[in-house]
C-alpha cells in the first residue's frame, strides 16, 4: 500500500517568513495529492491539492509542486500570518474511478507555529 | 450547506465496555470515511463506504470493530470491547463521486478515552 513521509515534523517561523513542508510518497500509481489544515481540537479541512497532470498549483499565499519522477511534493506559504498556526497534513491516493480517489493515506502532519 | 456531523463528541468509558459512534454525511455524498487519528498522527483509514457497500475495510480490526452504513445515508462505528489503546479521535468524512474534486468533508470527530 501507499505510505506517505513527512518532514519536519515542527516548524517554527516570524511573521512574514515563508514555510516549506515536504512529502514523499512511495506507490508510483498515486495522482491525487491534497494538503489538509487542522487547528487545535478542528476538523481537518482542505487547503489546496494537485493532480498528477500538473507540476505546480498555486492559490493567493499557498502553493504545491509536485515532482512524480521523484515521488515528493511539497506545500509552500508565503508572508506567513500567526493565523497560520496550525497542523498540515499531506496525503495521496489514486484514482478509484469516475472523479472518486478512493483511500487518502496520510502523512504524519506538521506542527507550524508563527510567531508575531 | 450542513456539514458532517457527528456524535458524541466526547466519550469515557472504561476498559472492555462497549462505545457505538455515528456520523450523517453531507446530503448527497456517496462515499463515507472512517479515520482514526492518535495524537500527533495523521488520520488512518478505518474503513470506506460508497453507498451501502463497504469497499475497503482492509485496516478495520474487525476483532472488536464493527461498521455500517443503512440505506447508503449515516454511518455507525462501533467498538466491543473497547480496550486502552483504542483512546484516540474517530473522524467521519464523506465526498461526492460526482463533484470533480477528491475533497474529504470531515466532522468534528468523536474523542474516545478509555480507562
Known amino acids: 500500500g501507499e505510505n506517505v513521509e513527512q518532514h519536519p515534523s515542527t516548524l517554527s517561523v516570524q511573521e512574514g517568513d515563508s514555510a516549506v513542508i515536504k512529502c514523499t510518497y512511495s506507490?508510483?500509481?498515486?495522482?491525487?495529492f491534497p494538503w489538509y489544515k487542522q487547528e487545535l481540537g478542528k476538523r481537518p479541512q482542505l487547503i489546496i491539492d494537485i493532480r498528477s497532470n500538473v507540476g505546480e498549483k498555486k492559490d493567493q499565499r499557498i502553493a504545491v509542486t509536485l515532482n512524480k519522477t521523484a515521488k515528493h511534493f511539497s506545500l509552500h506559504i508565503t508572508e506567513t500570518q500567526p493565523e497560520d498556526s496550525a497542523v498540515y497534513f499531506c496525503?495521496?491516493?489514486?484514482?478509484?474511478?469516475?472523479?472518486?480517489?478512493?483511500?487518502?493515506?496520510f502523512g504524519q502532519g506538521t506542527i507550524l507555529t508563527v510567531h508575531p | 450547506e450542513a456539514g458532517v456531523v457527528q456524535s458524541p463528541r466526547y466519550k469515557i468509558i472504561e476498559k472492555k465496555q462497549p462505545v457505538a459512534f455515528w456520523c450523517n454525511p453531507i446530503s448527497g455524498h456517496n462515499t463515507l470515511y472512517w479515520y482514526l487519528q492518535n495524537l500527533g498522527q495523521g488520520p488512518e483509514l478505518l474503513i470506506r463506504?460508497?453507498?451501502?457497500?463497504?469497499?475497503?475495510d482492509s485496516q478495520l480490526p474487525k476483532d472488536r470493530f464493527s461498521a455500517e452504513r443503512l440505506k447508503g445515508v449515516d454511518s455507525t462505528l462501533k467498538i466491543q470491547p473497547a480496550e486502552l489503546g483504542d483512546s484516540a479521535v474517530y473522524l467521519c468524512?464523506?465526498?461526492?463521486?460526482?463533484?470533480?474534486?477528491?475533497?474529504?468533508?470531515f466532522g468534528e470527530g468523536s474523542r474516545l478515552t478509555v480507562l
Open positions: 463506504y460508497e453507498n451501502e457497500e463497504a469497499v475497503d
Open positions: 468524512a464523506s465526498s461526492s463521486r460526482t463533484s470533480g474534486t477528491g475533497e474529504l468533508f
Open positions: 496525503a495521496a491516493s489514486r484514482s478509484a474511478g469516475g472523479t472518486s480517489y478512493g483511500k487518502l493515506t
Open positions: 506507490d508510483s500509481a498515486s495522482n491525487y
